[in-house]
């Protein structure tokens, strides 16, 4: 089990960044990649971006391309999302979750899950 804890969300103008810390503990070698999905009131959950323990390799959806940025420390067993040019539309709320599949981006592929962070942007 993987355990996962995200900080860093908050309220930005439009046009601002943030950036979303998410720290692993536990057995956090059975984990492949991590990945970060959001979820806006109403809406079902989104897969934003992935990246792997290994070799740090990331994969982003159309929508977040050019503009967030997944890194990751492998000591701190801390994986970051870098937000920039944040829209009104990234509004959600941020999870980050650990899979051992390779499929990244399906949400059911995941099977721990952090508690989610708020970001809200303003225009």
């Known amino acids: 089990q993987v355990q996962l804890v995200e900080s860093g969300g908050g309220l930005v103008q439009a046009g601002g960044s943030l950036r979303l810390s998410c720290a692993a503990s536990g057995r956090t070698f059975s984990s492949f990649a991590m990945g970060w999905f959001r979820q806006a009131p109403g809406k079902e959950r989104e897969f934003v971006g992935a990246i792997t323990w290994s070799r740090g390799s990331t994969y982003y959806a159309d929508s977040v391309k050019g503009r967030f940025t997944m890194s990751r420390d492998n000591v701190k067993k801390t994986v970051y999302l870098q937000m920039n040019s944040l829209k009104p539309e990234d509004t959600a709320v941020y999870s980050c979750?650990?899979?051992?599949?390779?499929?990244?981006?399906?949400?059911?592929?995941?099977?721990?899950w952090g508690q989610g962070t708020q970001v809200t942007v303003s225009s």
């Open positions: 979750a650990a899979t051992s599949s390779y499929s990244y981006n399906a949400p059911s592929e995941y099977r721990s």
